[in-house]
């Protein structure tokens, strides 16, 4: 298939062409490094700190949408088709600050300064969404950027005032022009780029994507990059060939049918919000505290199944809701109820050559309950040390059916099937909960690491299963408590 073999993309008005450009490199080390653009600043190069936090923005139909994410573990060729925005664009040609900056400097928002370009460009985010200038949103907004000197009032106060009295500023004004600039760099065809030996590939279609992963079985699968780019950063793996997802338009879709959603793998976690969180609160409190906002900007829940860790935060309310995965090799589709995808530690069903082309997610009946629970030693954007989620359906006050997912107690995400089979067709009342309990020592024998010891998580996941139980059988729905 014809392919372009030159990446495209708008930086400072103008639109950036390479074409020998190294497919894994960072694009904080192209800013800092080629570009000698040391604004955004290295912290932790593992997507925790925020630090390197730059603005990125996409064509979506008639307007562009502009979203922070971590350039740190951010592939240079994954900003095809981008306009991107560093720290150094926001000065306006007066010399100005931009009304951020200029309310952080009036709120006393930045001591060593480190964190404080992260900071700014996520409240740029901010000031081009329509967050409302509140602290529980921006809090949220902010929760990918660490400061250790400041201290988060100052920050916050000063997003609440930038976000309060917004004017047009610069990029406002610029908008038509880099419009009719991003459409002419639109990435409606394939990307093949070659470094060295290194390859990377950016289909445009699924057809394209299953026709190249046919060709290149052994290529590595980039979504958002959000585990894959630790393995660069991290773990200075070599990538010989990568083939990128997010150019394919047709796996970016939320579709919802009378009784299921349909979600394209590549959709991105900020995207799949307001579907699942409104379909499903818990689910939608699960994402809120999934990474911080520039992972959820790029992560995708596609690439949390594929990913296989027995700690993901999806798959537990996915197994829970009885998920399954539509299969792409070449033409052929097979569909696979999640819980035959994972197979054992980070072995999963994929066959080489087959990619996870979307995610089937049943809708909740009339009498149906789902139930998440996150634990993690942080609030927010914290890995689970255990992960729970609990559906089930009742006929008056019997349990007509259930399913359990848990995360953190196995080497997989998994059901856990011989205490479902005890509450099936039980009463919904304590003595019932209460004979569950030991079988949730049968299902699962978990291990101790630096998250949580085995005896924790059994009792966690004990008492998880009793709270459940108070949560659906009191008449006043309270939420016990933030934590177990
Ligand atoms: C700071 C930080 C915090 C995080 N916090 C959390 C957290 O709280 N909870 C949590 O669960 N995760 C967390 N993660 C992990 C990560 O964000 C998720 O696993 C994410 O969903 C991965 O999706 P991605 O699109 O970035 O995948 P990528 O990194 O692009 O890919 C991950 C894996 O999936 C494969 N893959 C991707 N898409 C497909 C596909 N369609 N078909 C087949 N294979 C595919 C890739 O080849 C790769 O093996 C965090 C990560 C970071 C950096
Ligand atoms: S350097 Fe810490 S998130 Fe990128
Ligand atoms: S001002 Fe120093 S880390 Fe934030």
Known sequence: MDMRNTLRFLHRGQVRSLANVDPTQTVLRFLRETDG?????EGCAEGDCGACTVVVGRLQGERVEYRALNSCIMFLPTLDGC???????LRAPDDALHPVQQAMVDQHGSQCGFCTPGFVMS??????????????????????????????????????????????????????????????????DGLALENAGKHFFAPAT?????????????????????????????EHRRLDTV?????????????ETPDAFEIGTMVTYTDAFDTLATA????????????????????????????????????????????????????????????D?????????????????????PKLGPHDELRVYKISKRFDQDIS????????????????????????????????????????????????????????????????????????????????????FVETTTSSPARVLEYA
């Open 243 to 255: 083939i990128y997802l997010g150019n394919v338009r047709d796996l970016q879709t939320v579709t």
């Open 280 to 339: 499903f609160p818990d689910m939608g409190e699960l994402l809120r505290r999934l990474g911080g906002l520039q992972v959820r900007n790029a992560g995708t829940i596609g690439g949390n199944i594929a990913n296989a860790s027995p700690i993901g935060d999806t798959p537990p309310p996915l197994l829970a809701l009885g998920a399954t995965l539509v299969l792409r090799h070449g033409p052929d589709r097979r569909t696979l109820p999640l819980e």
């Open 37 to 41: 653009l040391t604004g955004t600043k």
């Open 123 to 188: 409240l740029f985010a901010a000031y081009h969404s329509d967050l409302p200038p509140e602290r529980q949103p921006l809090a949220d907004a902010l929760a990918g950027n660490l400061c250790r000197c400041t201290g988060y009032r100052p920050i916050l106060d000063a997003g609440i005032a930038a976000l309060s009295d917004k004017q047009p500023d610069q990029l406002a004004q610029d908008q038509s022009e880099v419009i009719r600039q991003l459409r002419e760099i639109a990435p409606t």
């Open 341 to 361: 995808y994972f197979k054992s530690y980070r072995q999963t069903a994929l066959a080489p050559g087959e990619f996870i082309e979307g995610i089937h997610i």
């Open 206 to 234: 699924s057809d394209e994507l299953a026709a190249l992963l046919s060709d290149h079985p052994d290529a590595q699968i980039l979504a958002g990059g959000t585990d894959v780019g630790l393995w660069v950063t991290k």
């Open 385 to 468: 040390a255990v992960c729970a989620a609990f559906w089930l359906r009742k006929s008056g006050q019997k349990i007509e059916d259930v399913r359990i997912g848990f995360g953190g107690m196995a080497a997989i995400p998994k059901r856990a099937h011989q205490t479902e089979q005890l509450l099936r067709g039980a009463a919904w009342n304590e003595a019932t909960m209460e004979r569950a309990l030991p079988a949730l020592d049968r299902d699962f024998s978990p291990l101790t690491d630096f998250r949580s010891s085995a005896e924790y998580r059994r009792v966690i996941a004990r008492n998880l299963l009793r709270k459940f």
């Open 83 to 89: 306009h991107l925005l560093t720290v150094e664009d």
